[in-house]
């Protein structure tokens, strides 16, 4: 199984960015996400979704974010709108798959940095 992230970099607040993750080597993936981990913080969960659609989000990003998958590619998306410089991290994609979501699998990690 690997996972491909692309899409981090440095922007202004209040600017954009669109983060992709494409797995491959696996079938039937039943949530795709992103976390985050900035310096001396743990890893938060950012954004995920469902293979059905659903999302959840971490409060800070509510109204800014946007996650969305490509089931047909195993890719899933994270829009950043309005991007603030506490959205300053490394950002990983995650998918789990298995009756249980048992089996889980991480990509490499995406910097993004947000200037004031």
């Known amino acids: 199984v690997q996972l491909q992230a692309s899409g981090g970099g440095l922007v202004q607040a209040g600017g954009s960015l669109r983060l992709s993750c494409a797995a491959s080597?696996?079938?039937?993936?039943?949530?795709m996400g992103w976390y985050r981990q900035a310096p001396g913080k743990e890893r938060e969960l950012v954004a995920t979704m469902t293979r059905g659609g659903r999302a959840k989000y971490v409060d800070s990003v509510k109204g800014r974010f946007t996650v969305s998958r490509d089931n047909a590619q195993n890719t899933v998306y994270l829009q950043m709108n309005s991007l603030k410089p506490a959205d300053t991290a490394v950002y990983y994609c995650?998918?789990?798959?298995?009756?249980?979501?048992?089996?889980?699998?991480w990509g490499k990690g995406t910097q993004v940095t947000v200037s004031s």
């Open positions: 995650k998918i789990e798959a298995g009756i249980f979501n048992d089996l889980y699998y």
């Open positions: 080597g696996i079938n039937s993936i039943n949530v």
